[in-house]
């Protein structure tokens, strides 16, 4: 138990106080499938319960002990602690359920925690991928590859990119030693921060000969469309990501003054020739939802750009990685088994569901999916949505969403099952119209994720488009189609 202790210190005297430290206590755990029964890597998150206060295990940046967050490769491990009453959640991403029990820390004592976790959301045929995260390779990171590799493998990310700032990092080698190749794939990548202050991911990568400083054939000090001409110089397979685009002076869309609605900017160099829009990053809802808007306007205006989400993530506390996540439609599961090509080309052709908690399947008319086009010919389409969550993952709302416009609300009813429902949309519309489905929660994501200071972290899933040819004559024809302008 923390007590304080006052001391009074008079002007020109010296004062002094003797503080006790006593023993620690110890925490011994283990995290197992409750389906194989084998150690599986997870997330220890400590409560302080009564007037135990919530423990200090470390920097939030150290597997080992963050802030009051433990993180295990290998599922089996002990942890030292203050003497006190604690909640333990274990957990291991959003396809996993939970585990919470209460334990009492003697000091000088060793308590234990033995927990199981079960895969319970069915992800048949995808595979979930963080595309913007950071190590010590960049300045304002200091988590290890080791402890970064660890937090990705804990938090259930499956394809991680390494895009730090000025510097490629390779996570490749620490998964092999961490014998995580079952769990993990990774791709090299970069943060580049172009124009001054503009942050584009760029991967799949290789390092170049004759760059040592950056060791990519991109730099801090290219023009926009200079570096996209850079990156698409490569094999073919490069993704440019736009990162965060309303975040503020980091945001390309708004340092350019960008205009959605009427596709223009002031910026003469202003370009949209980027294969991808972090739409949503991070905990930063808010910007999410304005960066959607512009999503919608784009789409609208025939701009076929994939929607990512990704953690950003600095530190492995505060910052979690794979909230939110990419599931990439692959047609596999095994995350050892994923190509960059494979990823490039999910990205490319708009299989990607972004979330940071619900999971969404999408049917139309029984056999196209998330990125398909669908042939209509003035027929009526119907969609399936199958809808699941963990049961500690809340969901209130399904919607429908045609050229930006909500179509249909469906409520969801609450519950702990795992199948939180399956909907279905019949919609005959008059014009070529492109489809994303919205899923949306009502209670935070704690305590697996925290809540920053004053904010709420909700649940949020949104898929890419489907898009309905209405007419039939082979070809979508956007709702506004548009040239962008620029310039004064």
Known sequence: MARSVSVVVEEGKSASVQVGLGKPGRLRFSVTDAIAGKPIPAKITFRGLGDTAVPSLGPAYRAAGARNVVFTGTGNGETLIPPGFYEAAVSRGIEYTTYQ?????????????????????????????????????STDSNITLRDRVIG????????????DHYDMA???????????????NSSTGYEVTASGTIHFNVFPLQAHAGQPEHRVRVSAGMKVREMIDAVKSGSGDEIVQLNHPRAGNLGY????????????????????????????????????????????????????????????SHVLVGQESGYPRNYLLLGMDDPGAVTESAVAAAVKAHRILVTNG???????????????????????????????????????QVSLIGNGEVVANRLVYET???????????????????????????????????????????PLAFTNPIWVDADGDGKFTPLRPAKLKTGP
Not at 152 to 163: D, H, I, N
Not at 416 to 441: H, I, L, M, Q
Request: with cysteine; proline share 4%.
């Open 253 to 312: 869309f708004t340092t350019s003054q960008f205009d959605s609605a009427r596709l223009s900017s002031p910026d003469a160099g202003f370009t949209l020739d980027f294969d991808a829009i972090e739409v949503f990053n991070g905990k930063m809802l808010a910007q999410a939802e304005e960066a959607i808007n512009d999503w919608y306007n784009l789409l609208n205006a025939g701009y076929r750009i994939a929607a990512t989400g990704n953690s950003d």
């Open 170 to 184: 390779d996570y490749a080698g620490t998964i092999r030693e961490l014998g995580l190749q079952g769990e993990l």
């Open 152 to 163: 990705l493998a804990a938090e259930g990310v499956e394809f991680a990119v390494a895009s």
């Open 358 to 396: 619900p999971f969404l399947t999408v049917r139309a008319d029984g056999k196209h999916t998330i990125g398909d086009d669908v042939n209509a010919a003035g027929h009526p389409v119907t969609f399936v949505v199958k809808l699941q969550s963990a049961p500690w993952i809340d969901v209130a």
């Open 416 to 458: 702990k099952r795992v199948e939180k429902g399956t909907f279905t949309f019949t919609v005959t519309p008059a014009r070529d119209t492109w489809y994303v489905v919205v899923a949306r929660g009502s209670r935070s994501l704690e305590p697996v994720v925290p809540n920053p200071p004053g904010q709420l972290v909700f």
């Open 101 to 137: 029990e209460r334990v009492s820390v003697e000091a000088g004592e060793t308590a234990v925690l033995k927990a199981k976790l079960e895969r319970v959301v069915d992800t048949t045929g995808c595979v979930s991928a963080d595309f913007h995260l950071h190590t010590d390779h």
